[in-house]
């Protein structure tokens, strides 16, 4: 390691300016294009440092950090230790440290307090405190609860040394068949702004500083009106459409993010069709980036295109190509070309440092570019505290993260976010809340937990009434990594429907669905004598609210459609533009304590 006299941008007195600019000096043409490159990485057991990972196509944490001089990282996968997360972040630290420009690392994160695990998309709470998706924070309505989410969150992040969230998604879930809709916060723009405003100055504070988690905003400009509701992960999903003309709709959340200051901005995989911007996808394009982002928003801040748009790679053993929608003919380098030019700073999911040494070596590409992006991506570090201390309390940590007082709050936004559609009522009064102590028949309910509720029975003819929990359907695709992502028809299977018609013939029934989408429910709501929605519960968390032991406060985030007839018949852009929904926006009934 060289001492650090001879390194003067760790000098605490000196300006955060001066240290960037000392730093910049010394910089090489490989150093800065390291900066450019936002990696997968994974830890090694116990808190080491990882070796390559072959099937994930991942370099080892040695061969990131001192061969291809990468300084910035999305942590990949869950971890079962909070003490084993920071002891890794230490380790990973001091090999950056002892490297001859000594940056620090920055290590982010997709959502990990949730109960969903998608590679693309989020991460299984795992040590951490557990609460409701994002959805779930929508249903409640509750800016000043999603702020004090979003400062545990904090608190649990910065404890194991992990300083960017990969989120907020402020897209507006105006497609009803869109497969990303689990991390928004619904379909209304007022709604979402409120609570995408939150959620960044519970992670970041009133500025950014040494306790601020930095927050990547996405998926600019707005990746909600996805044709027939497909995703851009993939090649059938890349064009966005707006037949209602509300392209500006979109942008609202966005505006609503600037003002609370959030410090990145993710641009989305999606190429907009029938628009007045370049049918390319949204970091290849100059004129959403520059014209729109960083010219007409004035934003400055670092833009880092979403993860894998320069090269092919395989996913989980099958092969997936770059979604470099509408430059689809180009080559990794000059894709990396268009992107720059367009205004991005970083490229996520990627370690192609190479291609830009090359582009700039060919004098395709001026120097002068890589330092207007490397000064955003330095100062960020510098705001964060990283270059004074990037390294964390290991004993904190396992203190800190999933500690009695966060999970607590965690349950308790779970209970309260479920959202009571139906209460039938019969001569003997409505279905909900369950007398404690009646025979319960289960399903989808582990039968340990159902028993502190009930005398759980095994036969559907022994019951005074079934709880059933369902997940909202999908089309199954064929690979791993699309059936992560639930696309497809919204309606229930067949055999899925006389399933439940046939226990609730039988027997008084609750039944309660994972809405990560809006389900076509008309059958089920038919057939039930209750109907709930969770976005994110335990099972104790809705037998808690089932049995009025919880009072459950969620709203709709989205309307319920009556039909797929509906869905199809509606305009991805506009929002609440289902024919007659069964639910609308809103909906959702109290039981009371």
């Not at 505006?255 to 907009?272: D, R, V």
């Not at 759980?456 to 929990?469: H, P």
């Amino acid at each position: 390691m060289s001492d650090d006299a001879d390194r003067p941008w760790f000098d605490a007195n000196r300006t955060p300016d001066e240290r960037l600019e000392l730093l910049l000096a010394e910089m090489s043409l490989e150093d800065k294009a390291g900066q450019l490159f936002h990696a997968m990485i994974t830890a090694g057991p116990g808190g080491t440092l990882a070796e390559e990972q072959a099937a994930f196509g991942l370099p080892s944490n040695a061969a990131a950090v001192e061969g291809l001089r990468m300084t910035h990282f999305n942590l990949f996968g869950a971890q079962d230790s909070a003490a084993d997360i920071a002891r890794w972040q230490n380790a990973l630290q001091a090999l950056a440290r002892s490297t001859r420009l000594g940056i620090p690392v920055t290590i982010s994160t997709d959502p990990r307090n949730h109960f969903s695990d998608n590679p693309g998309a989020a991460i299984l709470a795992g040590p951490f405190s557990k609460w409701p998706e994002t959805l779930g924070l929508a249903a409640l309505r509750d800016a000043a609860l999603v702020q004090r989410f979003a400062d545990i969150a904090r608190q649990e992040y910065t404890a194991v040394g992990i300083r960017v969230a990969l989120h907020p998604q402020v897209d507006l879930a105006t497609e009803p068949r869109w497969a990303r809709q689990l991390q928004t916060f619904g379909e209304d723009a007022a709604l979402t702004s409120e609570l995408g405003a939150a959620y960044i100055r519970g992670f970041q504070g009133d500025a950014l500083g040494a306790d601020s988690v930095a927050t990547m905003t996405k998926h600019f400009p707005g990746g909600g009106p996805q044709k027939d509701g497909e995703d851009p992960h993939f090649a059938y999903g890349r064009e966005q459409v707006y037949p209602g003309g509300r392209f500006d709709l979109h942008l609202l959340p966005f505006e609503a993010a600037f003002a609370a200051g959030t410090s990145q901005i993710m641009p989305y995989y999606g190429m907009p069709v029938g628009t007045e911007h370049d049918e390319v996808g949204f970091a290849f394009n100059k004129s959403v980036i520059t014209g729109l982002l960083r010219e007409h928003y004035g934003f400055d801040g670092i833009v880092c295109a979403d993860w894998g748009v320069l090269n092919d790679r395989p996913i989980m053993g099958h092969p997936y190509p770059a979604r470099a929608w509408g430059l689809e003919h180009l080559t990794p380098r000059e894709r990396a070309l268009a992107a720059l030019d367009a205004g991005v700073d970083q490229f996520g999911g990627e370690s192609s440092p190479d291609l830009i040494v090359e582009l700039v070596r060919e004098g395709l590409l001026d120097e002068a570019r890589l330092d207007v992006s490397v000064r955003r991506l330095l100062r960020e570090k510098f705001r964060l505290g990283l270059f004074d201390d990037p390294f964390v309390d290991v004993d904190a940590a396992a203190r800190i993260v999933g500690s009695e007082q966060f999970r607590a709050a965690g349950e308790a936004a779970q209970r309260a976010s479920i959202t009571v559609l139906t209460n039938r009522s019969d001569d003997a009064g409505p279905m909900l809340p369950l007398r404690r102590g009646i025979r319960l028949y289960v399903e989808g309910i582990d039968r340990e937990v159902a028993a502190a509720y009930g005398e759980v029975v095994e036969r559907v003819e022994d019951a005074d009434a079934a709880v059933i929990r369902l997940h909202a359907p999908y089309e199954v695709r064929g690979t791993p990594f699309e059936d992560h992502f639930h696309a497809g028809s919204l309606e229930f299977a067949p055999e899925v429907v006389a399933h439940v018609t046939g226990i609730a013939a039988a027997v008084p029934t609750v039944v309660d669905v994972f809405l990560d989408r809006p389900a076509i429910l008309a059958p089920l709501v038919e057939a039930a004598a209750a109907v709930t929605a969770n976005w994110g519960a335990s099972g104790a968390a809705l037998l808690d609210v089932l049995t009025g032991a919880a009072t459950a406060r969620g709203r709709l985030p989205f309307d319920i459609p009556r039909s797929t007839a509906a869905v199809e018949a509606s305009r991805p852009d506009v929002p609440f533009d289902t024919e007659d929904p069964l639910f609308r926006f809103g909906h959702g009934l109290d039981l009371g304590s």
